[in-house]
């Protein structure tokens, strides 16, 4: 790799309303979901299982990322930041970053003061895989976060994070890099304790808002401005039979500016997301139906609104081998004149072995559909509403649209503070009839008769947790293309990413 220089409350009434006179039904339904196991919970995302890793029965249970869910093992800094647990006052001997975490106002009334300070290096040979000229970049991106969380009692908190965002000896700017000083996230939560019928959280606000395991509706968390949204969502729990959660969103517009960013009222964002753990087999399950609809979007057959919903399922089981994660996604809905009848598939699974250094061997495999004919009125390209991109790699390369992969994989941990995943990423076009879509954007190379294959990601993935504040990562990626795809314009690339995070 060539020597560079670093340099780098919109919402909807009816919906809500809807949603609690729906929920007196609910705990007679749950009766027959089994007790909560003591596997790794709802697949919700937690900064405490490394890359390639499922957490073991031993391990502390997962936070889950819904308005009052469980939040994470006491005292230990969550990728979602509101599922944090503070709620042990401090010591007149503790430092002073344990003592902001648990500052009390009253009985019973407490503030959370907190932050992150990130410095990601990143540097893209061919980005866009050639798709467009002048296509390398190494920019250092810097995240900056504070945030305040006020606990008055266990059924009322306010939650404010301010966040800014640079990026320093860019080629070209990639916009959700770039937010000065602004509102990050902003929520107020209202709880309705329902005794044995579990309990109903209200959120009105901005927020974070990662779905399920996180892969079509995620956070972003490989540039500095995560996925965001404004509006209100809805939340009941049966504590360890079942949760539902009602959401009625719009995305987080996000300007470069300072106290600039709104909602994106050209997108809609409103769903239903349904989880029980262990009900089939000791197996988790989802069930979902959500619509993204959007006033434009860009595909091979063309550009116009986009009106898309999606409905799905998932099945999941942790253990301290196996572990297995399926889901499977079916779309309708209209692109500019066309019926959609798009589809994806996801699985997910490995083998930890009881031998030093823990080797995991993984499998992980996806189909996402593509359009056979764009002429023929009718639009098959799978489109995530918000994709957790480097479920391929972290280099995001490619989109979730037309794409196979793939991908067999070794883990190890050579100490128990850092893991070590490698290998290779085979990839094709779902349909020949489809181009190949590349990065966040999803622009796409024009469709081409020869082979499916695109090429293969070469993945090298490592992560170290050196306290339980600090960590580093270190990502590279080959994209080795394949000769079709290089006589269509495809180029090779390389990604290589190194980051040091630290959260207080």
């Avoid at 956070?219 to 039979?241: C, D, H, S, W």
Wanted: hydrophobic share 35%; aromatic share 12%.
């Amino acid at each position: 790799m060539r020597p560079r220089a670093l340099s780098l409350l919109a919402c909807s009434t009816t919906l809500t309303a809807g949603f609690a006179a729906s929920i007196a039904a609910l705990p007679a339904l749950a009766q027959s979901v089994p007790p909560e196991s003591k596997e790794a919970g709802e697949g919700t995302l937690s900064t405490q299982a490394p890359p390639g890793v499922r957490p073991a029965k031993s391990q502390a249970r997962p936070a889950e990322a819904v308005p009052g869910g469980r939040p994470g093992p006491y005292g230990l800094p969550q990728n979602i930041r509101w599922t944090e647990d503070w709620s042990k006052p401090s010591t007149p001997d503790d430092p002073l970053l344990v003592k902001i975490k648990h500052i009390s106002i009253a009985d019973d009334v407490y503030l959370t003061l907190g932050g992150e300070a990130r410095l990601y290096y990143t540097d893209w040979h061919h980005s866009s895989l050639g798709l467009k000229a002048n296509d390398n970049n190494d920019p250092l991106q810097s995240r900056l976060r504070v945030l305040a969380d006020l606990h008055v009692g266990p059924n009322l908190r306010a939650y404010l994070e301010l966040g800014d965002n640079r990026e320093f000896g860019e080629q070209f700017a990639t916009p959700p890099n770039r937010d000065k000083l602004d509102i990050y996230q902003a929520f107020v939560d209202v709880t309705v304790p329902l005794g044995k019928a579990g309990k109903i959280t209200f959120r009105p606000g901005r927020f974070e808002m990662p779905l399920g395991n996180g892969k079509l509706a995620g956070i972003r968390e490989g540039l500095n401005m995560r996925f965001t949204y404004q509006g209100v969502r809805a939340t009941y729990i049966l504590p360890g039979k079942l949760s539902v959660d009602l959401f009625a969103v719009k995305p987080v517009q996000i300007d470069p500016g300072t106290f600039d960013d709104g909602p994106n009222h050209a997108q809609d964002f409103h769903g239903i997301y349904i989880s029980a753990p262990s009900r089939i087999a000791g197996f988790g399950t989802d069930l979902y139906w959500y619509e993204m609809n959007r006033d434009r979007a860009t595909l091979a057959a063309g550009v116009g609104k986009d009106d898309r919903n999606n409905w799905g399922a998932r099945l999941w089981k942790r253990g301290p081998h196996w572990d297995v994660d399926l889901e499977t996604t079916y779309q309708s809905g209209t692109f500019i004149d066309k019926d959609i009848e798009a589809y994806g598939a996801m699985f997910e699974g490995g083998y930890t072995f009881d031998a030093p250094m823990k080797p995991r061997l993984g499998l992980r495999a996806n189909y996402f559909s593509g359009d056979k004919d764009l002429a023929d009125g009718k639009m098959g390209t799978f489109v995530p509403a918000a994709a957790r991109l480097p479920l391929i790699s972290e280099a995001a390369f490619f989109s979730f649209s037309n794409l196979m992969d793939l991908y067999p994989s070794v883990t190890i941990k050579p100490t128990p503070a850092i893991t070590v995943m490698a290998g290779p990423d085979f990839l094709w076009r779902a349909r020949k009839g489809d181009g190949v879509y590349i990065g966040p954007s999803g622009t796409s190379f024009a469709p081409y008769g020869s082979s499916r294959s695109i090429g293969t990601d070469f993945n090298l993935e490592a992560s170290w947790q050196a306290t339980d504040r600090l960590a580093f990562r270190l990502w590279e990626t080959y994209f080795a293309a394949s000769d079709s795809f290089q006589a269509n314009g495809g180029k090779n690339g390389n990604y290589l990413g190194l980051m040091a995070n630290y959260r207080f």
